[in-house]
């Protein structure tokens, strides 16, 4: 079983306990190897809510630093959207370095996990 595979089976996971309403959406993160992207979503209607990514994002510096910017810039969206509490969803990946900066850097902006 490859990696990606792997992953996906422990995403599946934490998806079958983490699950998104329109109270307390879902902040899904995916890492490819050179972006993150991040989304709210309500898994009750099947829509996003809001969405950023590295792409949107002009800071320079590293991937984790990027990270943490793209963290801030989805907590600034959802606040302005009317949401401040939301589930974490790591997406199968561990919870370490851009992962664990983007959600740090999200809670510091205004989230509520």
């Not at 595979?5 to 879902?26: F, I, S, W």
């Not at 989304?39 to 209607?45: A, C, G, K, M, V």
């Not at 590293?62 to 302005?80: D, F, S, Y």
Request: hydrophobic share 40%; charged share 30%.
């Amino acid at each position: 079983m490859n990696k990606r595979a792997q992953r996906k089976l422990r995403h599946n996971r934490v998806r079958a306990k983490v699950v998104g309403t329109m109270d307390r959406p879902r902040l899904n993160v995916f890492r490819s190897l050179n972006h993150i992207y991040v989304q709210l979503i309500n898994d009750e209607e099947g829509k996003t809510l809001a969405a950023a990514s590295s792409k949107e994002v002009k800071a320079k510096g590293n991937k984790t630093t990027i990270a943490a910017e793209v963290g801030k810039l989805l907590a600034k969206k959802a606040v302005e959207a009317g949401f401040k509490k939301v589930q974490f969803d790591r997406g199968g990946y561990q919870y370490h370095g851009r992962v664990k900066e983007l959600a740090e850097a999200a809670r510091a902006a205004g989230l509520e996990f």
